[in-house]
Every structure is written in structure tokens, then in C-alpha cells.
């Protein structure tokens, strides 16, 4: 059996984010101990893995829940894992074309100082005034 502290160590998860995904239903609540210390097994640290591993990948709780709900699913039924994978795909596409777009517009606005700081600073004309912006972002 795991110390709360132990399970921490062990992934990474921090005790009070352990804490919440047990009140969140995502971890079985522990077992106690008579000074009413939480204690885990083994299946417990491997959900645990599983959570950070999965949150790592960006993956909202919801999607988490989903794909815990999915553990002993079969057939069909396992296509929502896959439709979670694709739509998380998807999420991080939209986000990488994103950030693409925020480093062209600081592409540009770096490149809009002549190095001279007379009068004013084009850089900083530049991060006041979205109108020049090449685009939504």
C-alpha cells in the first residue's frame, strides 16, 4: 500500500491535485488507515499514471472521465476512445496553427525596430495598435 506522498513521488501528481481527482470520482477513494491516512494499491498508482499521462496529452478531465468510464467496454463501444484521440488531435492542430500565427505577428512586430529609439519605439507602437496585425490571432 502507497502513501498519498508516495504516490506523488512515484508520478509526478502533486497531493493536492491526487486529492482532487479522488473528489472528482476519476481515483476509487483510498482506503484509510486507523490515523486515517490514505493508503493505495497498486491499481490505484497505474490510474493515476494513466490521469497524468493523459493530462499530459493535453486531455480535459471530461475526456478523461470518458476514457476511464471505457476500461472494461468492448466492441463498438471502445469507438469513443478513438473519436477522443482524434477530437484531442484536433484541439492540438487548431492550437499549433495558432501559435504559428502569434510567432509570424512577432515575427513581424520584432522586425518593425530600426534599432535608431528616436522619437518612439516601433515595437511598442506596434504592441498597441492591433490594426497592422496580419491576422486574427
Known amino acids: 500500500m502507497l502513501s498519498i506522498g508516495e ?3 512515484r508520478t509526478g501528481v502533486k497531493v493536492p491535485t491526487i486529492r482532487f481527482y479522488e473528489g472528482k470520482g476519476l481515483l476509487s477513494p483510498a482506503a484509510r488507515t486507523e490515523g ?5 494499491d497498486q491499481a490505484a498508482l497505474t490510474r493515476l499514471s494513466f490521469i497524468r499521462h493523459a493530462r499530459d496529452l493535453g486531455l480535459p478531465l471530461e475526456d478523461i472521465a470518458a476514457l476511464i468510464s471505457l476500461e472494461r467496454a468492448e466492441g463498438t463501444a ?3 476512445a478513438h473519436d477522443i484521440a482524434r477530437r484531442q488531435q484536433a484541439r492540438l492542430r487548431d ?3 495558432r501559435l504559428e500565427r502569434l510567432e509570424r505577428e512577432l515575427d513581424r512586430i520584432a522586425g518593425a525596430c530600426d534599432g535608431q529609439h528616436d522619437q518612439s519605439c516601433a515595437v511598442l507602437h506596434a504592441f498597441s495598435d492591433h490594426g497592422p496585425c496580419a491576422g486574427p490571432h
Open 78 to 80: 471502445l469507438d469513443r
Open 7 to 9: 504516490m506523488s513521488r
Open 95 to 97: 492550437r499549433i496553427a
Open 36 to 40: 486515517n491516512q490514505r493508503r493505495y
